[in-house]
């Protein structure tokens, strides 16, 4: 990394249009008194020099975009490799959902699991170059992780305040990196007030959350790699759970930086997602209203998404919908806790419930028609969910098989325990899935292997679809309609004729839309018809429940 000595970072007032200039510490404007102030850095230096050169030489992460970040000297950077997180494919969500580009930006792999391990790294740095021994934060939990991991390496004493409804997995890895830990009971908003006091009555530096520079500057990071990733283009969306907005209010300033520096052609829309029992911005976009009425109660176990006062941040975030486009969803903790189970069955992803709540925000914009089968897609994976919490997964999540009993004998009661693995794997129903795509047969038999009580035997056209039906008999048929040879229709038919697999329940799943003339040629027929890439998981479910009463 190359030391900067000539950085010059301006602050423009984020109401007025006061131009200061960078030093730090500057919270305010002095002419309107404004607290939110914005960076602005000598783009056409960079646009005349060579950037995209220097940058094809450096390591990925945070730091490979020190231009456009608040630290003046790098000899200041606390870095723990944060960033330069990959832009996953969900192959089986984005078969089911129906979209051709939807990329996952996989936050959970930072150095604490979330995101917030890039506003650490750059609001701690800014620490340590104003010379700042010490700080208090106000927290949802990661935030106080990440930052308490960050202070620790940078010799920064941290107290860091959380609502008590932050899970306490998460409070105890604040204590581990030798924090202050507050635990306030009371709302997340309250919590914030009481850390200020107590900041203000201490002589202690506040770290001012989304209204500091550090914050919002460290979120581009994620708009320059993106862009990178997409050889310099911004995606048609960015999707994400959001509490404060801090991070699509820093990803859209990095797309518009970028936009000026000449390596993208847009800003993304910005698709939001809230907590449905704290969803202030959710509900004042849908009413097209540029402000915010405060929810003073959050009603979600979702810690993390609780702000219930958004303030200046939607107004800006509002703005930002308003001139590059946007969505916004809300979704309920169980409808988050569903989609949770459901990624993490399907595409191995286990992530946190804060953002379990963008992915069945993004299920409710894809029905909807906002986001297209065409459109490029990027949803910050925001967070790792390291301490499943007990309420996802229920009681029955392990199979108990006792051997206590069994080391002590002298020979193995090998009978006895082979019937109790037998009981691990006892079957109920098979299915029998026709299916010519490869990728589609796998989610299906994913999906129906997750749930335990089903056996799947695929077949790939639908002469060996009769065949295996013939041969096993199945409990359930799922069958495509577009196959090449014998189609689907010509399959049902063929089993419809015969006395012996007649009754055999026949579920149809195709991507294709169906005449009226094909419609009646089924109806009578089938017991469920489902459109690919329009389904969710339950969905299939609920149908092969229901066609096997
Ligand atoms: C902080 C956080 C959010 C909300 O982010 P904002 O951009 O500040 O609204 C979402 N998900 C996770 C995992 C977070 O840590
Ligand atoms: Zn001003």
Same mark, same amino acid.
């Given at each position: 990394?190359?030391?900067?000595?000539?950085?010059?970072?301006?602050?423009?007032?984020?109401?007025?249009?006061?131009?200061? $200039?960078?030093?730090?510490?500057?919270?305010?404007?002095?002419?309107?008194?404004?607290?939110?102030?914005?960076?602005? &850095?000598?783009?056409?230096?960079?646009?005349?020099?060579?950037?995209? @050169?220097?940058?094809?030489?450096?390591?990925?992460?945070?730091?490979? &975009?020190?231009?456009?970040?608040?630290?003046?000297?790098? /000899?200041?950077?606390?870095?723990?490799?944060?960033? %330069?997180?990959?832009?996953?494919?969900?192959?089986?969500?984005?078969?089911?959902?129906?979209?051709?580009?939807?990329?996952?930006?996989?936050?959970?792999?930072?150095?604490?699991?979330?995101?917030?391990?890039?506003?650490?790294?750059?609001? *701690?740095?800014?620490?340590?170059?104003?010379?700042?021994?010490?700080?208090?934060?106000?927290?949802?939990?990661?935030?106080?992780?990440? &930052?308490?991991?960050?202070?620790?390496?940078?010799?920064?004493?941290?107290?860091?305040?959380?609502?008590? $409804?932050?899970?306490?997995?998460?409070? /105890?890895?604040?204590?581990?990196?030798?924090?202050?830990?507050?635990?306030?009971?009371?709302?997340?908003?309250?919590?914030?007030?009481?850390?200020?006091?107590?900041?203000?009555?201490?002589?202690?530096?506040?770290?001012?959350?989304?209204?500091?520079?550090? =914050?919002?500057?460290?979120?581009?990071?994620?708009?320059?790699?993106?862009?990178?990733?997409?050889?310099?283009? =911004?995606?048609?969306?960015?999707?994400?759970?959001?509490?404060?907005?801090?991070?699509?209010?820093?990803?859209?300033?990095?797309?518009?930086?970028? /936009? $000026?520096?000449?390596?993208?052609?847009?800003?993304?829309?910005?698709?939001?997602?809230?907590?449905?029992?704290?969803?202030?911005?959710?509900?004042?976009?849908?009413? %097209?209203?540029?402000?915010?009425?405060?929810?003073?109660?959050?009603?979600?176990?979702? @810690?993390?998404?609780?702000?219930?006062?958004?303030?200046? @941040? &939607?107004?800006?975030?509002?703005?930002?919908?308003?001139?590059?486009?946007?969505?916004?969803?809300?979704?309920?903790?169980?409808?988050?806790?569903?989609?949770?189970?459901?990624?993490?069955?399907?595409?191995?992803?286990?992530?946190?419930?804060?953002?379990?709540?963008?992915? =069945?925000?993004?299920?409710?914009?894809?029905?909807?028609?906002?986001?297209?089968?065409?459109?490029?897609?990027?949803?910050?994976?925001?967070?790792?969910?390291?301490?499943?919490?007990?309420?996802?997964?229920?009681?029955?999540?392990?199979?108990?098989?006792?051997?206590?009993?069994?080391?002590?004998?002298?020979?193995?009661?090998?009978? %006895?325990?082979?019937?109790?693995?037998?009981?691990?794997?006892? @079957?109920?129903?098979?299915?029998?899935?026709?299916?010519?795509?490869?990728?589609? =047969?796998?989610?299906?038999?994913?999906?129906?292997?997750?749930?335990? $009580?089903?056996?799947?035997? *695929?077949?790939?056209?639908?002469?060996?679809?009769?065949?295996?039906?013939?041969?096993?008999?199945?409990?359930?048929?799922?069958?495509?309609?577009?196959?090449?040879?014998?189609?689907?229709?010509?399959?049902?038919?063929?089993?419809?004729?015969?006395?012996?697999?007649?009754?055999?329940?026949?579920?149809?799943?195709?991507?294709?839309?169906?005449?009226?003339?094909?419609?009646?040629?089924?109806?009578?027929?089938?017991?469920?018809?489902?459109?690919?890439?329009?389904?969710?998981?339950?969905?299939?479910?609920?149908?092969?429940?229901?066609?096997?009463?």
């Amino acid at each position: 990394m190359s030391m900067v000595t000539t950085k010059r970072i301006q602050l423009r007032c984020t109401n007025c249009g006061h131009i200061m $200039q960078y030093d730090g510490t500057r919270t305010m404007c002095p002419r309107c008194d404004e607290n939110i102030l914005e960076a602005k &850095y000598d783009l056409e230096a960079l646009r005349q020099g060579d950037w995209l @050169a220097q940058l094809a030489r450096r390591k990925p992460g945070v730091w490979r &975009y020190h231009e456009l970040l608040p630290v003046l000297d790098t /000899r200041h950077v606390v870095t723990m490799g944060e960033g %330069g997180t990959p832009m996953l494919k969900a192959p089986n969500l984005g078969l089911m959902l129906g979209l051709k580009n939807l990329y996952i930006k996989d936050e959970r792999q930072g150095p604490t699991g979330s995101f917030k391990d890039r506003q650490a790294a750059v609001a *701690i740095s800014v620490l340590r170059e104003m010379g700042i021994p010490s700080v208090v934060v106000a927290s949802t939990g990661n935030v106080a992780i990440a &930052y308490a991991a960050y202070a620790a390496r940078a010799g920064i004493k941290l107290w860091a305040f959380l609502t008590s $409804q932050v899970p306490g997995e998460k409070m /105890r890895e604040v204590a581990i990196y030798g924090a202050e830990v507050i635990k306030v009971t009371g709302t997340y908003d309250e919590t914030k007030a009481i850390a200020a006091q107590f900041a203000q009555s201490k002589g202690l530096f506040l770290d001012r959350g989304i209204k500091s520079i550090a =914050a919002v500057e460290s979120m581009k990071t994620m708009a320059f790699e993106i862009a990178e990733d997409l050889e310099w283009r =911004a995606p048609d969306w960015f999707i994400q759970g959001v509490s404060g907005g801090m991070g699509p209010i820093g990803v859209a300033k990095g797309f518009e930086e970028l /936009r $000026q520096l000449g390596l993208v052609d847009k800003v993304p829309a910005l698709g939001i997602v809230q907590s449905e029992g704290c969803a202030p911005m959710v509900h004042a976009f849908k009413a %097209g209203q540029r402000i915010a009425v405060p929810v003073e109660n959050p009603q979600t176990i979702i @810690a993390t998404l609780s702000t219930g006062r958004p303030g200046r @941040a &939607y107004e800006l975030l509002w703005a930002l919908m308003q001139k590059y486009g946007g969505a916004a969803e809300s979704a309920s903790d169980e409808e988050a806790f569903e989609a949770l189970r459901l990624l993490a069955r399907i595409d191995g992803l286990s992530v946190e419930p804060a953002t379990a709540v963008t992915f =069945a925000g993004l299920f409710k914009m894809v029905r909807a028609g906002t986001i297209k089968p065409d459109d490029v897609v990027v949803l910050n994976c925001s967070g790792h969910t390291f301490p499943v919490e007990k309420h996802i997964l229920g009681d029955q999540w392990a199979h108990d098989v006792d051997v206590s009993d069994v080391g002590r004998k002298v020979s193995l009661p090998e009978e %006895g325990l082979l019937s109790a693995l037998e009981q691990v794997d006892a @079957a109920v129903s098979r299915v029998v899935v026709i299916e010519d795509t490869p990728s589609a =047969a796998r989610l299906i038999s994913r999906i129906l292997q997750t749930r335990g $009580q089903y056996k799947v035997e *695929i077949a790939e056209d639908g002469p060996r679809g009769i065949d295996l039906v013939r041969r096993i008999k199945p409990d359930v048929i799922i069958t495509d309609l577009m196959m090449p040879g014998m189609d689907g229709f010509q399959v049902i038919d063929t089993l419809k004729a015969d006395p012996e697999l007649s009754r055999i329940p026949v579920i149809v799943l195709t991507a294709k839309e169906l005449t009226p003339r094909e419609r009646d040629r089924l109806s009578g027929q089938i017991d469920a018809l489902l459109q690919k890439g329009g389904f969710l998981d339950e969905e299939l479910l609920q149908s092969i429940v229901k066609s096997l009463q």
